[in-house]
């Protein structure tokens, strides 16, 4: 199969050098034939790497190279099984963008776009036959990241979906179907770990090294909230996240953060712009967390149940099945164990306890319990194995 990738940055060339790795013919588009250029050549460097660290052969390298096609004419594409948009995270452009190339496939080609925040139905209701539209989320660095979502829209022919995963699966990614919602799996139950984070460090329970602290020592996260917002940019993570918040009508259990918001407004990105939650200037002091083994346990387990409430939440509504959703926290964000197994390791009633405690102490709607939590904990069972309960 020939595969067109439409946006030559970095994710549009990434995932260009994953299809031709996979053996694919790839016609890689796009209409700055200098931007074309320096992607051809990040992908000959990051395939002469892969094969210096001998995770590739070398002219298993070269062979891969040599079936990626640079061209600024979407004619190219007639010959395409599937045309995959990267380009910038705009609704119009993307429709745009397809109702163009649907003018140059063949009836058989499979269109699918790359989003991390836009609705799949919404850019699929752009083309002539929305039937064959689909959602294929890659994570930044493709070539290294295992995790897709596949996504289809609610147009979506049945069966589409599941030959795409098949698809994906043979390029040595570890796919999981979702629904169309905001942020799919990873953008929308990931959100916790940031929000509640920052609320722990506006209501004074610890400062931000305590908490990441917390959450890489005792919880086995591979960076702390701050670090990583920092790490993402905060031009980036506030606006995935009020983005979702946006998508899902203003639910209180995503509402961004005004202390992020002013991060933002003041040009304190993180990592990009030498300032963020932490001062990255040469020669700045590095914060001491306090170690409290008691007040870390507290933290952990508060944001924890919140990122659990998510993931049952996701459960509940069948956004994803529980192996997916599990899949996709580990691979996706680096979770150190899937959130349901976690929740079933601390117990279901306890989980439960915090989140009524602080509903109680609150009265705010992001701390309600998941239905499906509840009713689990309240019984005596657990998440696995999943098939007893649903």
């Not at 003018?103 to 850019?123: D, K, Q």
């Not at 919880?219 to 702390?224: D, L, P």
């Not at 602080?358 to 019984?379: K, M, N, T, V």
């Amino acid at each position: 199969m020939t595969i067109g990738i439409i946006g030559s940055g970095a994710m549009g060339a990434g995932i260009a050098q994953v299809a031709a790795t996979a053996g694919h013919t790839v016609w890689l588009l796009d209409q700055n034939q200098a931007a074309l250029q320096q992607a051809a050549q990040r992908i000959r460097q990051s395939l002469d790497k892969l094969a210096e660290k001998g995770k590739l052969m070398v002219e298993d390298a070269t062979a891969a190279f040599a079936r990626i096609q640079l061209t600024e004419n979407q004619t190219d594409f007639a010959d395409c099984g599937l045309v995959l948009e990267a380009i910038v995270e705009d609704l119009a452009a993307k429709q745009q963008v397809f109702r163009e190339v649907e003018r140059v496939v063949s009836a058989n080609c499979v269109l699918a776009t790359n989003t991390s925040s836009l609705s799949i139905t919404s850019i699929a209701a752009a083309c002539q036959w929305p039937e064959r539209f689909v959602g294929i989320h890659f994570f930044n660095p493709a070539p290294l990241m295992q995790l897709v979502e596949v996504v289809p829209a609610v147009q979506t022919r049945p069966g589409l979906a599941k030959e795409v995963h098949a698809l994906v699966q043979s390029w040595g990614k570890r796919p999981v179907l979702v629904q169309d919602t905001p942020g799919f799996i990873v953008n929308r139950v990931a959100r916790p770990f940031y929000g509640e984070a920052i609320r722990l460090l506006e209501e004074g329970v610890a400062d931000a090294a305590t908490i990441d602290w917390a959450m890489t020592e005792l919880g086995g996260f591979r960076m702390g909230p701050f670090a990583l917002m920092d790490f993402i940019g905060h031009d980036v993570n506030y606006r995935v996240t009020e983005s979702v918040w946006t998508a899902f009508f203003y639910d209180p259990r995503y509402r961004p953060s005004l202390t992020q918001k002013r991060l933002l407004e003041a040009g304190y990105y993180g990592r990009k712009s030498g300032r963020g939650f932490y001062d990255y200037t040469p020669g700045a002091p590095i914060p001491s967390p306090t170690l409290d083994a008691a007040l870390g346990q507290r933290i952990l387990h508060r944001i924890l149940a919140m990122l659990i409430n998510e993931a049952a939440d996701a459960l509940h509504l069948h956004v994803a099945s529980a192996a997916d959703l599990e899949l996709a926290m580990t691979t996706g964000v680096n979770y150190p164990k899937g959130l349901l197994a976690w929740a079933d390791t601390l117990g279901l009633p306890h989980v439960l306890q915090i989140l009524d405690d602080l509903y109680h102490e609150y009265h705010e709607e992001r701390y309600r319990a998941s239905p499906l939590l509840r009713r689990l904990a309240q019984a005596g069972q657990t998440f696995f194995p999943i098939e007893a309960i649903l």
